[in-house]
């Protein structure tokens, strides 16, 4: 079984900074990269960065130059650094793994998903 925990999420006045962290832990059998997606209230879940263990990170044309994903591949943790936030990056952000398919813009290419963690940027 292989659990993924995200943490790190809270309040926030616009235009401050968050970091997001997630660690994956358990039966991981094999593991090339790791994402971070996020859903507001009555949108589709999108996604917001990922990175590869190969070193490629790709990230979403709305948060790209403000937010930052880095990562341990030995310790499958992944951190989304998030600064000069909006209001409108307000939503549940989840985390997750991906064992072996390399589309990690879509969530069909991740295995084990976290429970998310709520960010809220007030204006």
């Known amino acids: 079984q292989v659990h993924v925990v995200e943490s790190g999420g809270g309040l926030v006045q616009a235009g401050g900074s968050l970091t997001l962290t997630c660690t994956a832990s358990?039966?991981?059998?094999?593991?090339?990269?790791m994402g971070w997606f996020r859903q507001a209230p009555g949108k589709e879940r999108e996604f917001v960065a990922a990175?590869?263990?190969?070193?490629?990170?790709q990230y979403s044309d709305s948060v790209k130059g403000r937010f930052t994903i880095s990562g341990d591949n030995a310790k499958n943790t992944v951190f989304l650094q998030m600064n000069s936030l909006k209001p409108e990056d307000t939503a549940v952000y989840y985390c997750?793994?991906?064992?072996?398919?390399?589309?990690?813009?879509?969530?069909?290419?991740?295995?084990?998903w976290g429970r998310g963690a709520q960010v809220t940027v007030s204006s």
């Open positions: 997750a793994l991906d064992r072996s398919r390399a589309a990690v813009q879509s969530h069909y290419a991740y295995d084990y």
């Open positions: 990175i590869m263990w190969s070193g490629i990170t």
């Open positions: 358990g039966r991981i059998t094999n593991s090339i990269a």
